[in-house]
């Protein structure tokens, strides 16, 4: 009994403290504020979550039920744009400024009276058969359309300034906006009045900003073998201005020549018709 009324004696004297309900007071409101702002805090952060959500789907115009591609072509390697690449002959070869006088001429596509130097590669099943067209690398469809000189092109935009080429193809099978993946179906190989030459095939180019490559050399190569790419050695305008230049006429040449000479001359002949004439003026006097 004595020990119950030392313990009630001494929690009189605690509560008697003037500190005492203050602090607790204090404690119990600070307890409630930081409750209060729990709660607030966490029903704004699922609100702000869903808000957020509904903006994405919005700003980038996907929606749940959409199909998205994935594109990976750092990791890609680049591909003969068919199936079967073994089975295939490259008929007309790329165009290089730095080749042989043979090589060349081999790589000059006739066009009436005129030669083309083929910016890219021609290719063609070994038994001239068609054969589907594949997308070497994946991308962004930029161009779809028809072409009776070219036989039809698809142009297709990557990373880096790359784009990727498919000229003289039918039954193409994509149009202009879409994303396709690497070996994917593009169209199947067809003819082209440009050149006649390769039947049934498909012109294939490679340009980095808008310089054309030679696709042989990228074949196999990852897609950051572009990154080394050497502008200069492979400058396409200076390829297409040295190839569109006309021959002139030696005889209009010659020509001018002597119409420049007659002229020099005749004025020779009228300032030593003068000389004399006033030599001959002064003997008189």
Known sequence: ???????????????KKRW????????????????IFWYQTAGNNTADKAKL?????ELTGMHDNDTVIEVNQS??????????????????QFYDSNASMDEQEAALIVDGNKYRPNMGIDIAMKDGSEFEVLASLSGKVTAVRNDSLLGNVI???????????????KDMQVKSGDAVKQGQVLAKSGTSQLNKEAKNHVHFEIRKDNTALNPLDFFGQPFTAFENVDKEAADTEKQEDASGETEQDPAAGDSEQ??????????????DSHEEDQSNQMINE
Do not use: C, W
């Open 20 to 35: 005492v309900f203050p602090a607790i007071y204090l404690a119990s409101a600070a307890l409630l504020i930081s409750m």
């Open 75 to 92: 990791f890609e390697n680049v591909s003969v744009p068919v199936k079967n690449q073994d089975e295939v002959d490259y008929v007309t």
């Open 155 to 169: 142009e297709v935009e990557h990373d880096n300034g790359v784009k990727t080429i498919y000229q003289s193809v």
């Open 1 to 15: 009994m004595r020990e119950e009324e030392k313990k009630r004696s001494s929690l009189n004297k605690f509560f």
């Open 53 to 57: 959500t509904e903006e994405g789907k």
């Open 258 to 271: 002597q119409e420049t000479d007659a002229d020099n001359d005749g004025q020779s002949q009228e300032t």
